[in-house]
């Protein structure tokens, strides 16, 4: 099982970005799914996480408004739309999901982050 991350870079100030995680590998079903991002120095803070439907999603105070979570369950794919970004979202930024599978109890994967860096 693998969660890649793409769709990171370097942008100014006021630009957007779009994220994507694609699963794969053998599992029989994507629970909730979220991004979490941690910026040097500090610690790992969740962005946003969504359920498997796609019905419910959750956002960190910080990023309301300009940060949209979204789910293709299809792709296997989770997005996160990034706009209006700001220097303080410089962060590396990793996907997690909650992978159900013939283990038992669904597992949390995360995948190898992908770095945002904007400039002012």
């Known amino acids: 099982v693998q969660l890649v991350e793409s769709g990171g870079g370097l942008v100014q100030a006021g630009g957007s970005l779009r994220l994507s995680c694609a699963a794969s590998?053998?599992?029989?079903?994507?629970?909730?799914m979220g991004w979490y991002r941690q910026a040097p120095g500090k610690q790992r803070e969740l962005v946003a996480t969504?359920?498997?439907?796609?019905?419910?999603?959750n956002y960190a105070d910080s990023v309301k408004g300009r940060f949209t979570i979204s789910r293709d369950n299809a792709k296997n794919t989770m997005y996160l739309q990034m706009n209006s970004l700001k220097p303080e979202d410089t962060a590396v930024y990793y996907c997690?999901?909650?992978?159900?599978?013939?283990?038992?109890?669904?597992?949390?994967?995360w995948g190898q982050g992908t770095q945002v860096t904007v400039s002012s």
């Open positions: 997690n999901a909650d992978l159900g599978g013939g283990w038992g109890s669904p597992i949390r994967y």
């Open positions: 590998g053998s599992f029989f079903s994507i629970n909730a």
């Open positions: 969504i359920t498997s439907g796609g019905g419910s999603t």
